[in-house]
């Protein structure tokens, strides 16, 4: 089965999840990032060195805790004459487990993005930090929406939308004051318009600017006209951001709520993005939800009974879901169910229905992997949601984390 982009991320940020979540004693624990250009051989020789060195330590059990875990990196780099493309990295270390018991365990991850640097790390709990750094979304917009009474700079990180600053203006109004000539006050109008125009470009600079250039891909611009026009035939941003220019969107708002207009004003200029996609998705998902034919289903029964009835066109699945699948069986007599739960209980309480034996859990699955696995026999395409954006959100908080778009009513 081909797996798409999205459950690679998926895959990714769980497996990290649980690397997060084992411990061991002291500084026992081996993080080993190997970059692309490294050559096995010298990673191996200061391994070694590292060993050596480990035999001074006072703790016997430390002691043979650290020297196992560099025995089985030692042991997995005899397989890898170079390093893979992206790089790879090694964990290795004695964990802590339930009841005082420990576990070595070695584990290796070749992520998606190339490793940039070395590192040898020990610790008490795994150094995820440059693996946790490709999760974070680094495809970045600068937004303005502007008027004349007001504007308000963010950025369109990945799927979130970030307010960085509000500006208000001391444009005077249309109507001018007893005294001055019609002439005067239009020129101190113009005036004051302009130093707020230079105001904003001068801030939004400050803001764009302070991004790695690389990964700020555009500038959106919105507001009413000829505001957002004039902004932009002046080149009030810097060179550099002007050039960066996607557009510019009419907007009735230019508060914060303005920014969330805007990015959605900008949505065709936006269309390779991930969040407008999954955000068109869910916006489906929600007229159908309340249409008179509503073909769709959400919840892990509903879901899963169109799904094996081949019922099911897309299935949405949120990024957030953490769910296993568990068989539990009866060890007397052939009953047998499933059930899908937050975690593997460590016992079943209940008894057998049938015989009042004793139940046992005999199979665990990923929930994600198995429904994902259904669906490619069934033809049926798989959308992760991230949680980030508010129908994102909803369906991980109020459908359950699992929804889909259907091809037919099968009356489940």
Not at 151 to 159: D, H, M, S, V
Request: glycine share 6%; proline share 3%; hydrophobic share 35%.
């Amino acid at each position: 089965m081909a797996i798409s982009q999205a459950h690679k991320r998926y895959e990714f940020k769980r497996h990290l999840e649980e690397m997060r979540s084992k411990t061991g004693k002291g500084t026992e624990l081996i993080s080993l990032y190997i970059p692309p250009d490294k050559q096995i051989s010298d990673v191996v020789a200061q391994l070694r060195a590292e060993h050596g060195q480990a035999a001074n330590i006072k703790s016997k059990s430390t002691r043979t805790n650290v020297q196992s875990a560099l025995e089985s990196v030692l042991a997995r780099l005899k397989y890898y004459p170079r390093p893979p493309e992206n790089g790879f990295v090694i964990f290795c270390g004695t964990l802590d487990l339930d009841g005082h018991r420990t576990t070595l365990d070695t584990m290796i991850i070749e992520p998606h993005e190339p490793i940039t640097s070395y590192k040898y790390h020990c610790d008490s709990s795994f150094y995820l930090d440059p693996l946790e750094e490709m999760l974070v979304e680094k495809r970045t917009f600068g937004l303005i929406a502007i008027d004349r009474r007001e504007a308000t700079i963010g950025l369109l990180r990945g799927k979130a939308i970030e307010s960085r600053k509000h500006l208000t203006s001391t444009v005077p109004g249309k109507q001018r004051k007893g005294g001055q000539s019609a002439h005067r006050f239009q020129q101190l109008r113009l005036i004051a318009i302009h130093d707020f125009y230079k105001k904003i470009g001068n801030s939004a600079s400050e803001i764009f600017l302070t991004i790695d250039h690389k990964d700020l891909e555009g500038v959106l611009i919105g507001g009413p006209s000829p505001t957002k026009e004039e902004f932009f035939d002046g080149e009030f941003l810097h060179h550099e951001l002007q050039k960066k220019i996607m557009g510019l969107f009419d907007t009735a708002y230019t508060d914060e709520s303005g920014l969330y207009e805007l990015v959605d004003a900008a949505e065709d200029a936006l269309q390779d993005l991930e969040v407008t996609k999954q955000k068109k998705i869910m916006q489906r998902f929600m007229r159908e939800l309340v249409s008179d034919k509503g073909l769709v289903a959400y919840g892990d029964s509903q879901v899963r009974g169109n799904l094996e009835l081949g019922a099911v066109s897309v299935l949405l699945i949120s990024e957030d879901l953490r769910q296993v699948r568990v068989t539990i069986a009866c060890q007397n007599c052939d009953y047998t169910r499933k059930d899908t739960l937050e975690s593997v209980p460590d016992s079943i309480e209940e008894r057998c229905p049938s015989c009042n034996s004793e139940l046992k859990v005999t199979d665990v699955v990923d929930v994600v992997d198995e429904l994902t696995e259904v669906c490619d026999q069934m033809g049926t395409s798989v959308e992760f949601i991230s949680t980030e954006f508010e129908e994102g959100d909803q369906l991980m908080r109020a459908f359950g984390g699992v929804a889909a778009m259907l091809r037919y009513d099968a009356g489940v």
